[in-house]
Nanobody, 126 residues
Framework: QVQLVESGGGSVQPGGSLRLSCAASGYTYRRYYMAWFRQAPGKAREGVAAIDLGGGTTWYADSVKGRFTISRDNDKSTLYLQMDDLDPEDTAMYYC???????????????????WGQGTQVTVSS
């Protein structure tokens, strides 16, 4: 069955960096668009970044553009999120997600992503 396992979260000071990883298994990884979402306490889950099948095209929420970089390694079936210049507003649980349909993507819409990891906590605080 589909499994997504995130790692790499932690606590960091403002301005610091973290790199999240998501190991995927149970399906043909290179056939699906992938994304990162996050959810802060008391807030709705929101899309952070998405990436196409080959890794050549990416999309970002305005709040993270220029600071976060999404990438993927299809040989390792792994998704990454490099987060730089972190801000306390970035504090949230971060989730890796797989699109519902093969070869499809139509925006960072929560309902289009059917498989989720358990999440990894990112805390930015001085």
């Amino acid at each position: 069955q589909v499994q997504l396992v995130e790692s790499g979260g932690g606590s960091v000071q403002p301005g610091g960096s973290l790199r999240l990883s998501c190991a995927a298994s149970g399906y043909t990884y290179r056939r699906y668009y992938m994304a990162w979402f996050r959810q802060a306490p008391g807030k709705a889950r929101e899309g952070v970044a998405a990436i196409d099948l080959g890794g050549g095209t990416t999309w970002y929420a305005d709040s993270v553009k220029g600071r976060f970089t999404i990438s993927r390694d299809n040989d390792k079936s792994t998704l990454y999120l490099q987060m730089d210049d972190l801000d306390p507003e970035d504090t949230a649980m971060y989730y890796c997600a797989r699109h519902r349909d093969r070869y499809s993507y139509d925006g960072l819409r929560l309902t289009d992503f059917a498989y989720w990891g358990q999440g990894t906590q990112v805390t930015v605080s001085s």
